[in-house]
């Protein structure tokens, strides 16, 4: 069993930044790799981000790519992802997920742990 925390979000305008946090507890974090996907109101989840078990390699989506940056704390079982230059179309639920695999994956299908989600609104 793993349990996953996010945390970070928040309101913010338009080019601002956030950095969301995910705390992961149980089964063995530095193992697997690890994602972020995003939900809008309305519209199906979508991926945005994943990193390897060890950080090696990381795979993101076009929407965000250069905008935004993954990253890992193995010590500290704690997933990152580095927002910038946000835009209003950043709005939704972020949920981070731990994978059944080492390398990253774009597919939801591939996660088999995800955390309650964080809310990032920007406005504009």
């Known amino acids: 069993q793993v349990q996953l925390v996010e945390s970070g979000g928040g309101l913010v305008q338009a080019g601002g930044s956030l950095r969301l946090s995910c705390a992961a507890s149980g089964r063995t974090f530095s193992w697997y790799a690890a994602g972020w996907f995003r939900q809008a109101p309305g519209k199906e989840r979508e991926f945005v981000s994943a990193i390897s078990w060890n950080a090696d390699s990381t795979s993101y989506a076009e929407s965000v790519k250069g905008r935004c940056t993954i990253s890992r704390n193995n010590n500290l079982n704690t997933l990152y992802l580095q927002m910038n230059s946000l835009k209003p179309e950043d709005t939704a639920v972020y949920y981070c997920?731990?994978?059944?695999?080492?390398?990253?994956?774009?597919?939801?299908?591939?996660?088999?742990?995800w955390g309650q989600g964080t809310q990032v609104t920007v406005s504009s």
């Open positions: 997920a731990t994978a059944r695999k080492v390398w990253p994956s774009k597919s939801g299908n591939d996660y088999d742990y």
